[in-house]
């Protein structure tokens, strides 16, 4: 029989207790359970003695926004413990340490990151960080290329293709993210006064075209290990760090879904601006900072990328003169296409983004939403067409004109 239950505050106490060399043997540990996500339970464990701290998640086997009537298995926990101890082996310093796990228990120990905000929250509140498109090209660069066949031996990679086989948190992705904004579904989440919106969704032939053509992208294209999951929830910040973490939707596909994540959340902060910041001059300076963060994103993985590409590439076909740039071309286009269907799905579809969902004047929340799907379907509909990531500068701001007209 399984030992797989839900712990309590005092099991998740007791479990870290035993964690090697982290607490000492007089620790006065405390525990509260903050997970805020849709998915999981996780336990902040403090030592108010050392003022040490850790935390500890547990998947739950359902679905924590849903209820018990959607089912999700508790494999899920095994590949995120995986994945993160992957990404932190590629990138120490942003990603935090797994320090013990229960795979039984669906139970990953990791470094407490409460000295950083949440990258969502931090943007709410009206900051920026200046480091943070470096260090996430780092991230996505690293990562992606040392999981690839261009930076690993590919008998190995289809072996961790086969660990990262995930297939119910894909569904969602498939299901909530590249299907359901194009057709009533239950799951569906949007107001009234958007309906006009939904209906074009639900009818536009170019737009499906393009929405289908990324869906066999996400479901067949094995190019790299993914987080699978990296909006702005995912990320931890302080102006000098950035910590990536919740890689439980990780597994092998098109690298650009992984890229067009950050770009789509910095775009939906974009949207949501009106919201947060008053007086147009700080407006234009606040959307000015995150589009050009948005295009850094891309711009600062690009060149990591063929500098490892240049450095490490383990398949001499692969050094032939042109390749690397069709190679990240179709990156590129991949990762407008997929920000744009990210950025559909946090209006339309279940689970949206505080960003926008929090505004509290109604005309205001309105226009956001009506602006962020303008920028995603424009995205969508020119992602084959893009040859240069300036371009979403112009897509950008053609969009903010149209809407604030
Ligand atoms: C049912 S899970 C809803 C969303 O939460 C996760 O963070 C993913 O983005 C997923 O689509
Ligand atoms: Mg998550």
Known sequence: ??????????????FVKNIPGFFSQEAQLECREIGDGNLNLVFHITDSKSNKSIIAKQALPYVKIVGESWPLSLDRARIEREALQQEHQLCPELVPAVLGYDDELALTVMEDLSSHTIMRKGLIEGNTYPLFANHIGEFLARTLFFTSDLGMNQQDKKELVKRFINPELCKITEDLILDEPYRFSDNNNYGVYIEDEAAVLRTDQVLHLEVALLREKFMTRTEALLHGDLHTGSIFVTAESTKVIDPEFAFYGPMGFDIGAVIANLLLNYAAQ?????????????RDWLLETAIQVWEQFESRFRTLWDKHVTDHLARTPGYQDLYLQKVLQDTIGFAGCKVIRRIISLSHVADIDTIADPDIKEAAERLALAIGKALVLCNRKLHSIRELGDIVRTATAIQTK
């Open 274 to 286: 009106p919201g947060w910041t008053s007086g147009e001059k700080a407006l234009k300076e606040k």
């Open 1 to 14: 029989m399984s030992k797989y239950h839900p712990l309590t505050t005092e099991e998740a106490i007791e």
